[in-house]
């Protein structure tokens, strides 16, 4: 395999983030007459820490972990969005994010106008964009409304619209944040679908979830967090099955 | 993604779609559209025009007409303060975007300021215009002293974004900076020469604090980017003369400064706010 000799396309170092506890740090009226103080540190909260990961292309990462465990965190610094406090964070290539659809929009402006702002906000090349406009307004069959402004589209049309665009162009390094699917059944249908077409054709995929099934027939490795640490990492099946017998079936098993 | 220049070149796409966006919707947001950027300087000149010459009797020795005088400095002030204004809220109203989509967040701030500053082009034309054909002016249609008007166009974008930069920052970090901005805005127009000439001021001072303290003063006065600025857009437009050589000086050391401290306070806090949203 060349795959190991190849720099992996993410390798973290003994990654940490931490976030300051705001309400901790204020001080009482009376506490700033007594200790004479106007100011102390909020205490730290690490909601990561000594986290080394090294990923290569053509693997898949489940990340799971107990709300609160770092999960999302992670997600934001392999998307390159939060830098960490102390280790180092290579990540090389196109990171595409799933979360957050949507966010990026105008809603004075039209449909059309927004799917060039959006991809502008996702790196979507310009000749790209020009080639696949018809493909993404077709795709969230919004073809009647996609002069009007994003303002007067339902809440389902404008997940349409950010997940038409958002899905339109083949990234590198996937992250997803809970898979999603959006829109009615049929549309949710459709962009299942699509985001399975994704990732098998992603060179590297982070997945967070609490849906064990689709994970273990998706990844091919699993990260296991804990209170921001690594509890455990390794390949898919035995790291979910450890994970699995932890936290007990899901709440809403079917009988 | 830092908003390093490399990065910010690489996503030059971004900033001109975001700034393309931010000039659409504010057009569609109000029924006058753009025309709104012209009427407000308009009616500012108006209220002050009354103010001082027709209720104070004031604003005759200032060597034009004070309409015309005062819309010089409300034209670019306009810019500054629109997009100081919207820059102080920007990080935290874009919240969600920022934390979910890789970019860098710079070109959120200068897309604002390069919206403002098209509209303020297109509210100077206007007043360009009218200097030229308005009758009697002192630069008696010199049209040599307008080549003047792109410099000082590039220092006060570079002013308005280094002040936009630090703002959008410290926005983030000071929860109670709009309305403190406000205020400071409101007393820096006064600082400024904008209701009245730059030698005003200078005489004042001198009068007031001797000869000596009172140019020291005045020098530190003049620090202020906007103090050199509006008096070289009044040269050029309505005296038809050349900004002296020390105002030069003054107004591209003080927006330089002002750039290069706004770019350090943003790279420095660029991904840190990020936690602080």
Redesign the interface.
Known sequence: MTDDESPPLVDLCDVGVF??MHARGKLSFRQIVKQRRFWRPPPLLWALRGVTLELRAGQSLAIVGHNGAGKSTLC?VL?????PDEGTAAVRGQ?A?L???G??F?P??SGR?NI??YA????I??SDLAARMAEIIAFSELEDFIDE?VSTYSTGMRARLAFSVATALQPEILVLDEVLAVGDRAFQRKSESRIRALISKSQLIAIVSHQIDFLRETCTHALWLDHGRVRAFGGAGEILDAYDAEAGPPALSAT | ??SSLANLFA?R??V???TR?EI??DS??SSVGVLWWLVDPLLMMAIYSLLVVGILGKGTSVGAPYPLFVLCALTPWKQLTVAVGRCTRLLRAKE????????PTIALPLSVVGSSFAYFLAAFAVLTVAAMSWPGLSHEGRLLPLMQLPFLMAFQLAAVTGLALATACFGVLVRDLSNVMTYFLRAAFYLTPALYPAERMHAELVARAGEVTGERLFWLYMANPFASLLTGYRDALLFGRFLEARFWLALALSSLVLLAFGWAVYQHYD?RV??FL
């Open positions: 976030f300051r934001l998307a390159q969005i939060l830098c990171v994010t979360f957050g659809l966010r990026g105008n004075e402006l106008d060039r702002l502008a906000f996702l790196a090349p310009r402004p | 993604m830092t996503r796409d971004l001109r779609e975001l966006s659409r919707s569609a947001d969600s975007l920022i934390k979910s989509v890789p970019f991904r990020i936690k």
